[in-house]
């Protein structure tokens, strides 16, 4: 059974920084393109970064690129998104997701491209 699990929010400053990880769990890890999303209440779950199977390619939403990374070790089943320079626009629950099929990285902004989600962990930034 794949779990997915968020650690790492929390109530931050603007122009603070945060660590999110997500630890996979049930599959082979580095065989699976992994990203990240948000949602804030009342609005669709949107696209943040995504990474391929081995760390090799990355994307970011234009709203983050510059501010966010998103890295994975695949020794330790996890990825990670390091935001720095937090806006109070980046207060949302974030969620780590993963395709059901391994070596797949397209239309990594589509959620219904992923099988599995974790339940999400909540970020604020305080203006």
């Known amino acids: 059974q794949v779990q997915l699990v968020e650690s790492g929010g929390g109530l931050v400053q603007t122009g603070g920084s945060l660590r999110l990880s997500c630890a996979a769990s049930?599959?082979?890890?580095?065989?699976?393109?992994m990203s990240w999303f948000r949602q804030y209440l009342g609005r669709e779950r949107e696209f943040v970064a995504s990474i391929s199977w081995y760390g090799v390619n990355t994307n970011y939403a234009d709203s983050v690129k510059g501010r966010f990374t998103i890295s994975r070790d695949n020794a330790k089943n996890t990825v990670y998104l390091q935001m720095n320079s937090l806006k109070p626009e980046d207060t949302a629950v974030y969620y780590c997701?993963?395709?059901?099929?391994?070596?797949?990285?397209?239309?990594?902004?589509?959620?219904?491209?992923?099988?599995?989600w974790g339940q999400g962990t909540q970020v604020t930034v305080s203006s």
């Open positions: 997701a993963s395709p059901g099929r391994p070596y797949v990285y397209d239309y990594v902004a589509v959620t219904s491209k992923y099988d599995y």
């Open positions: 049930g599959r082979t890890f580095s065989s699976y393109s």
